[in-house]
């Protein structure tokens, strides 16, 4: 019964940045965990970032040291920032929740990086 709505993608250039932001229809406080995947074409859908509801983080090693996940309870919003974007990045962008054996999944925000 959560639902979720991705926003902030677009076209940034090679190096640029981008902030990607997933609002929940009701507390993310509960949720044990929440992330961030991709799926570029022809591809495998991807784990990008994930945070735990105690904030505890992890990445793919692809995005260690560019991006960074964060969530505000308060606000129901959960975080991408995407910075030094690579063309590699491109892809469509998915917000995830999950809390117990129950999953929620936004419809994806595409990001593409292109010079």
């Known amino acids: 019964q959560v639902q979720l709505v991705e926003s902030g993608g677009g076209l940034v250039q090679p190096g640029g940045s981008l902030t990607l932001s997933c609002a929940a229809s009701?507390?993310?406080?509960?949720?044990?965990?929440m992330g961030w995947y991709r799926q570029a074409p022809g591809k495998q859908r991807e784990l990008v970032a994930l945070i735990s509801s105690s904030g505890l983080t992890n990445y793919a090693d692809s995005v260690k040291g560019r991006f960074t996940i964060a969530r505000d309870n308060a606000k129901n919003t959960m975080y991408l920032q995407m910075n030094s974007l690579k063309p590699e990045d491109t892809a469509v962008y998915y917000c995830n929740a999950r809390r117990g054996f129950s999953t929620w999944w936004g419809q994806g925000t595409q990001v593409t990086v292109s010079s």
């Open positions: 009701r507390t993310i406080f509960s949720i044990n965990d």
